[in-house]
Every structure is written in C-alpha cells, then in structure tokens.
C-alpha cells in the first residue's frame, strides 16, 4: 500500500497517512481520461498510487476504440473509506475498485453489494492463484467471488549503497542481509550509520511496526474477529518504539509529502520494501539510479499489501469493466506491471517465467528482483486479517506518528495503543 499502504507501503501505506499504504499510495488524487466520445463506454477505476496502469490504459484504449477509462487515484485508507460510504449510500462507486488485504475483509463480507465475479466465468483462474489470494476474496459462505488479484506484497528491504559506504557499512546486498538476521541487530545497524553519519538510518516507526507484524503468526485479530493486541501487535510496536528511541528513525510520516522529501534529500537509508515499493522509490526519486540495492528483511519473510480488482455492483458498465479487469491479470499485463512498478503477480506460474524469475531491474543496481521476490512470495503464510484490520492499523499508526512528532512519550504509548485500537474494533 501497504500495500504502503505501497501496499499504499505504502506501506505501506503502508499503506498504509501517517498510514501505510499497500500497494503504494502518493496521497495525490488524479482524474485522468479526458471526455468520452459518442458512443463510447466509460469506466471509471479507483486505486492508490501507481498500479502501473497508465501504459496498460493507453493500451487497452488502442485496442478498444470504443472503451474510455478515467483513472482515479487517489490515498490509499481515503479510497476505501469512499468506496465503504458509496456501499451504504446505494451510489456513486466506480465501476472497478482496487481493494488491498488490510481493507478486503470488511468488503468481502458485504459480497452482496459487489459483482459476483464466479457468474462471469472467473471460477476458471482460480487454479492460476495462489490458493489463500484467491480464498481471501470470497464471501465467507464460499458462493461469491468479489475479486481478482493484482498483486502479492512479499518482503525485502531495500538501502543506499552510497550512504552505506560512506558511513563505513559493506554495500553488497549478501553482506549487507547478513548485517540484520534479528530487528535487534538492523536497530544496533541504525545506530552504528547514525553516529557515523549524523543522519537517520531508516525512514518511519510505522513503516518497521506494518513488516514486524506482518512476520507474525497473529495479526490484530484472529479467526473470531476478536482483537488480539499483546500478540503480533505487541511485538511489532516494541520494534517500532525501540528503533524511535535509539534515535534511528527520521520520523517521516509515510506516503505524505516530507516523507517524498525524505527520499530525495538523503533523510534515510534503508526501509522495508514490499515489492511494490520499488515502483514507489523508482517515481519519487528518478535520480538515484543505481543507488539502491536490496537484502533481505530482519526476521525474515512476511507479506505487506496486495490488492484486488473488484466491480461494485452500481457499476453502470459491468460488462465491460469485467472485460478490462480480465485482461489486466493476464500474463503478459502481469508481467509488464511487475517490471513497470514491481508489483508482483500473485499467480505463482508466473514466478516460473523466465521474464519474471531472470528479471533485474536496472534502477536498483540490477537486483534480481523476481528472483528476490518470486521466493518470499512462495513461502508466504499469510495472516487472517480480519473485518476491522484497516481501522484498527490505522489506529495503531496514528499513535505511532504522536510520538514520532513528540507529542506522546513510548513509555506511554502501548496503553493508547491498545485503547485507539478498541474503539477502531468497537466502531
């Protein structure tokens, strides 16, 4: 957004606000498409960030004269707050909606209110998904399909081989992964690059809390919707204060502007990087080709982000928003994403494709990033999210920022955590 809340992730917010985004999220909002012709079928297409969808638009555009798209992005918890008003209100959703994991919970189980995806034929790509993506978007009676992935977060973590030199820290990305095997040793990293350097290490506390709990068997909630706070999230908020504390942290609050600034002024040189956070790295800062590399994540593993297509049911143009949505997941589109933005398919036969396993991307030194990422994705045992996931982590998020602008204490955070966190479940 995080997914990234990019992811979106954005942190990822990430998404993912102060909140990550996941699946990337710029926190701008654009209409782009330009008036239809006679004649022609509007789709309108709410997301966060950049879905890479630009080139495929233009494409699509090319090979359906008579298909108009308007592309609406917009950040990331704002979009799906929207798309959770229109539901209610019997009106004004688009005709395609990106959903990311934290937020797909909370849709699914309103299956009634969007397109059943298995009435247009798409029980035949369930067996190109991975079997949990295609599970987390069916209602939970198991008779309604509401989406069709896009993506797949996985974990790395992605840093400045230039400032890493400079602050005396080897740059090679198998050197640089054996630096952090636990979140202890990354923040005693920070600390060695911040007292070589005078800057700060790495970019948020939200944008370490979102991965740390991602690596955890328990999210906020488990398999009941009961909120479960002294478990994953207990774990991953101590990481995030302890890493604020020891001073490591820029305090950037995520997917905002100063945090886009961060990037381009060297504010930080390392954060977690879910793939689709390549994309949002490569659009903020063009000029540091070359520059970033990426090693593994500390703890190992873990998912943050990846979204689905979904048709909400007041779409005026059903059909033919099934048909774009369709051909967006196809191989070939999937793969120009992946190399576009670095979103990665969550279809597992793709990581076999030699277009995806051998790809490298130039911007980040040459990484192999499908081979990077294909692997994390293969080992995912993702969490059960539940029905107030994105409430609650935006929650959690916002007393994180409180005390990296100084406004709360970390000794006294966790108690306003946990009660920020009740009242989103309560809500």
């Known amino acids: 957004m995080e997914r990234f809340a990019k992811r979106g992730v954005a942190l990822v917010a990430a998404g993912l606000a102060g909140s990550l985004v996941l699946a990337g999220c710029s926190g701008e909002s654009l209409e782009s498409g330009g008036k239809a012709a006679e004649g022609q079928t509007t789709l309108t297409v709410n997301f966060w960030g950049d879905m890479g969808l630009d080139a495929l638009k233009a494409q699509y555009e090319k090979d359906h004269p008579n298909v108009k798209i308007v592309l609406n992005s917009g950040e990331y918890n704002a979009q799906h707050e929207d798309l959770q008003k229109k539901l209610v209100a019997g009106t004004g959703a688009p005709d395609i909606s990106a959903v990311d994991e934290g937020f797909m919970v909370q849709f699914r189980g309103q299956a009634d209110k969007f397109v059943n995806l298995l009435d247009k034929g798409a029980g035949t790509y369930e067996s190109k998904y991975l079997p949990w993506k295609w599970q987390q978007s069916m209602s939970p009676d198991g008779k309604a399909q509401i989406g069709l992935g896009t993506d797949v977060g996985g974990l790395a973590m992605c840093y400045r081989s230039d400032l890493f030199k400079k602050a005396g820290l080897p740059t090679e990305r198998d050197a640089v992964s054996a630096l952090w095997k636990s979140w202890d040793e990354f923040i005693a990293v920070g600390q060695k690059y911040t007292k070589a350097t005078g800057k700060k290490f790495v970019d948020s506390g939200t944008n370490l809390f979102n991965p740390v709990l991602a690596q955890q068997p328990q999210g906020f909630y488990d398999t009941s919707d009961q909120l479960q706070m002294e478990g994953g999230p207990k774990v ?104 576009t933005v670095g979103n990665l398919p969550s279809q597992p036969e793709l990581y076999k494709d030699p277009a995806v396993l051998d790809y490298k991307k130039e911007f980040m030194s040459n990484a192999p990033t499908g081979q990077i990422y294909a692997a994390t994705a293969a080992a995912l045992k993702p969490q059960y999210l539940g029905k107030k996931n994105g409430p609650t982590r935006v929650a959690v998020e916002n007393v994180i920022t409180r005390v990296q602008q100084g406004s709360l204490k970390s000794s006294a955070a966790w108690p306003e955590a946990v009660k920020a966190a009740e009242k989103a479940a309560a809500s």
């Open 236 to 339: 991953a908020f101590d990481v995030s204060m302890k890493a604020i504390d020891a001073g490591i942290s820029a305090n950037l609050a995520s997917f905002q502007p100063n945090w886009d600034q961060g990037f381009k002024k060297d504010q930080f040189a390392v954060l977690a990087c879910p793939a689709w956070m390549l994309g949002h790295i490569q659009e903020t800062a063009p000029d540091q080709k070359g520059k970033w590399d990426i090693a593994a994540i500390p703890g190992g593993g873990g998912n943050w982000g990846g979204s689905w297509w979904t048709l909400p049911k007041q779409g005026k143009n059903v059909d033919e928003a099934y048909k774009f949505v369709e051909w967006m997941i196809q191989p070939a589109q999937q793969i120009e994403i992946f190399k």
